[in-house]
């Protein structure tokens, strides 16, 4: 009995494979998500209600059309997947791809996660320290960031278990490709067209589940510690 409801070793490098994808999803949108949170909580980007619509957008949109979208963009024959195949980069239909349409898709709930870290951050502990001749990156590097920090990671936390589910956009730009792009999502997919493939199904969900669950504990521990800080 504890075989048929422990996952093969198939079974655990797709699990494997799903997680090396969220982990790569999270590092491509972090930087880029944790520079437009700060720029809207510090009302320091131009246009800010078009940024926000902008950001936002891959929560609405159906995920299939935002991976059409990148393929659009990526695709081997459009100019900017060219670009990056002459220098080679390929994203369309690579695990790469599937981390960028993961990321995409991820990067409004760390957007969002960060941006309310920032606007937490006394804006008079920035201004102590622009006084004491700390430079804007020195002030970011130093104060900013550092106070901010649980409820950025919160936001990371919470971007790689929506990383993990991500399908439309995946299979759009990545493709299902056994070992490289075939995701838990699109595994569980693949094996529902078959028969006799449930026991194989409810592994791959409750170990998809379980690691969504965690993730999900992990983030809202680091948001309620960050907002204990900023209370005391």
Known sequence: MWTSI???????????????????ATAIAFVPAVAIAWGLARRRLPLGFLWLVAVNA???APPVVTGYALLVVFAPDAPVGRALGAIGIDVAFTGLGAAVAAAVVAFPLLVRAAQVAFEAVDPGLEQAARTLGSGPWRVFRTVTLP???RGVAAGAVLAFARSLGEFGATIMLAGSIPGRTRTVPLEVF???QRTGTDASIARLIGCSLAIALVSLAVSEWLARRARQAVGA
């Open 147 to 149: 106070l901010a920090a």
């Open 58 to 60: 891959p929560l609405v």
């Open 190 to 192: 693949a094996l529902s």
């Open 6 to 24: 422990w996952p093969s070793a198939e079974e655990w490098a797709v699990v494997g494979l799903s997680a090396r994808i969220a982990l790569a």
